[in-house]
């Protein structure tokens, strides 16, 4: 099955954020590949924008 879309949601709280990587596909089904955890300050952006870019 062909992936048509690639998603990215985050999930801000006041001390972390929940970040996942998710694929649509053509039947319209969806899959969780990543989902990983950062603290909520400037080290845990770089950490989660580090994430993002793999």
Do not use: Y
Not at 4 to 16: L, N, P, S
Not at 29 to 52: D, E, M, V, Y
Request: proline letters at 2%.
């Amino acid at each position: 099955m062909k992936a048509i879309k690639q998603t990215i949601g985050v999930d801000v709280a006041q001390d972390e954020l929940v970040c996942s990587f998710g694929l649509l596909f053509e039947d319209l089904s969806w899959q969780i590949k990543a989902r990983k955890t950062f603290g909520n300050h400037p080290s845990g952006f770089k950490a989660c924008l580090k994430w993002l870019n793999r």
